[in-house]
Nanobody, 136 residues
């Protein structure tokens, strides 16, 4: 049973920083792509950052140079604690949105997913409940 739980959102002033976390449990695939995507009222869903096993990271143009995705994997394959992070710097009001982490698959391979940076819900396996980021 795969579960993703996001945290770390909040309200900040423009120019500030936040670090989001996503704890992933029950996901034991050796190859994967996990994304952060965001959804704001009245705006299209946007994949902002992705990380794939043995394939690196990718960013949307709107956040490149300001956001950084990383991960920590501790423990063995079957009992690993997997945490995804999104460090967000130089935040702008247009970054205001609900932020979600999601595993991508199974239609797309990890490398395909990272290259495409999909924001289509049907390409996501599992996603969390989201964490709100508000920049004023």
């Amino acid at each position: 049973h795969v579960q993703l739980v996001e945290s770390g959102g909040g309200s900040v002033q423009a120019g500030g920083s936040l670090k989001l976390s996503c704890v992933i449990s029950g996901y034991t695939y050796k190859t994967y792509c996990i994304e952060w995507f965001r959804q704001a009222p009245g705006k299209e869903r946007e994949a902002v950052a992705g990380i794939a096993s043995a394939a690196g990271t990718s960013y949307a143009a709107s956040v490149k140079g300001r956001f950084a995705i990383s991960q920590e994997i501790a423990g063995s394959q079957d009992n690993a604690k997997h945490t995804l992070y999104l460090q967000m710097n130089s935040l702008k009001p247009e970054d205001t949105a609900m932020y979600y982490c999601a595993t991508v698959g199974p239609r797309l391979s990890a490398i395909e997913a990272l290259t495409i940076m999909t924001s289509e819900m049907y390409e996501y396996n599992v996603w969390g409940q989201g964490t709100q980021v508000t920049v004023s």
